[in-house]
Structure formats: C-alpha cells, structure tokens
C-alpha cells in the first residue's frame, strides 16, 4: 500500500481540482473551505450566474492592458474564495473557525472578507502581490501558510 497524502496536501489538490472549472484567461484559481477534515464549500473564479463567461465575451482588463492585482471593480468574475463565501451562506453554513485552500494567496477584497468571516487558516500555493493583503491578516491574527508542492 502507498503513503497516504497528509490532510494539507489532500485538500490543497482538490482546491486546483476546482480550479479546473475556472471561466477566467487570465487565472485560474480553486479555493475550498474546511472545518476538521470536512469540505464545507467550494469556489472557483469566474462570472455571476446567467452571465456571459469571460471566454465568449473577452476580459475588459485584458484589453486596457491592467496588470494583475489592480482595477478588481472593472472584472466580470467573482473570485474563488467570494464564491466559498457565496456558496456557504446559500447553504447556511458557517466559516468561522474554518481552514481555507487556495490555489493563489487570496488578493485585498477577498482578505477582508475572510477575516470578517473569522477563518482560522489560509493556505495558499501560489504568492500573490498584495503587501495590505499579508499586512491585514498579520494584524486580523489569521494565520497563512505557504504551501510548496506540485498539487496536480
């Protein structure tokens, strides 16, 4: 019998499985949210439902030429974790306490969110640009673990 994966490694390959059903050209991100060894809900980018996927109606920030990280308002798409949160209050299910995975450490807009959501752990695969974003889950005393790894 083969080693069995740690828990970490476990669900951190399922949020890039997740990530898989992504919409956006520029990105591709999964984040799942996790309470024990219990998957409560899951997110991947990409736009509302009933709107047209970046794919057919192309990336406005693509064609102004904005650089990843700035100018959020001017995407169609929700982010992974927005759409954890979604997700878990569409089933009244609370995140407090939970454990999150990202594919990417998550940006400004969704830090806050999930501090105000009072997640015990962020883990993420992939280093993001954001000093306010690392600066805020310092002070918010939400811990955030960079995990190395091929996850695919």
Request: charged residues 20%; proline residues 4%.
């Amino acid at each position: 019998m083969s080693e069995r994966l740690p828990w970490p490694e476990y669900f951190m390959r399922i949020a890039h499985l997740v990530a898989q059903r992504s919409t956006c050209t520029r990105r591709a991100v999964g984040a799942i949210a996790v309470r024990g060894k219990r998957i409560l809900a899951t997110g991947y980018n990409g736009v509302p439902t009933n709107i047209a996927h970046c794919e057919e109606a192309g990336c406005l920030r693509e064609r102004l030429g904005i650089p990843s990280g700035e100018r959020h308002e001017l995407c169609r798409g929700l982010h992974a974790e927005q759409n954890v949160i979604i997700q878990a209050a569409t089933h009244h299910l609370d995140l407090t306490g939970c454990n999150i995975y990202c594919t990417t450490k998550p940006c400004i807009l969704c830090t806050k969110m999930l501090i105000n959501c009072e997640v015990k752990t962020i883990y993420y695969a992939q280093n993001y640009p954001d000093e306010l974003s690392e600066q805020m889950l310092d002070e918010a005393g939400v811990k955030h673990v960079f995990m190395e790894g091929d996850f695919l």
